[in-house]
Nanobody, 122 residues
Framework: VQVVESGGGLVQAGGSLRLSCTAS????????MGWFRQAPGKEREGVAA???????SYADSVKGRFTISQDNAKNTLYLQMNSLKSEDTAMYYC?????????????????WGQGTQVTVSS
């Protein structure tokens, strides 16, 4: 199983970025795919999760600003991030797995990639 993220970068506050993720090596499409982030000195935070049935879950801190989506034809997961704030600065990781921590934006028993850095300047 391999999970690869891309799309991070440096952006000014108020700007937008779109992260992409591909997950390969699965026999079946993972039940849950999502994003979590971790900033230096802070705990890991689930950002958004998308289930195979199309339902999604977001962290309160990103609701209304971030959108998770998937292009099944390309087997790619996206995270569209708008109205970025300095507190969104973190390493963002894509996760794919068979489980979902019910009611949270976190996939359970997930594999994740190396991460992609998002830096928002104020």
């Amino acid at each position: 199983v391999q999970v690869v993220e891309s799309g991070g970068g440096l952006v000014q506050a108020g700007g937008s970025l779109r992260l992409s993720c591909t997950a390969s090596g699965y026999t079946y499409r993972p039940f849950c795919m999502g994003w979590f982030r971790q900033a230096p000195g802070k705990e890991r935070e689930g950002v958004a999760a998308l289930l195979r049935d199309g339902s999604s879950s977001y962290a309160d801190s990103v609701k209304g600003r971030f959108t998770i989506s998937q292009d099944n034809a390309k087997n790619t997961l996206y995270l569209q991030m708008n109205s970025l704030k300095s507190e969104d600065t973190a390493m963002y990781y894509c996760a794919a797995g068979p489980g979902w921590l019910t009611g949270t934006p976190e996939c359970g028993s997930a594999h994740w990639g190396q991460g992609t850095q998002v830096t928002v300047s104020s």
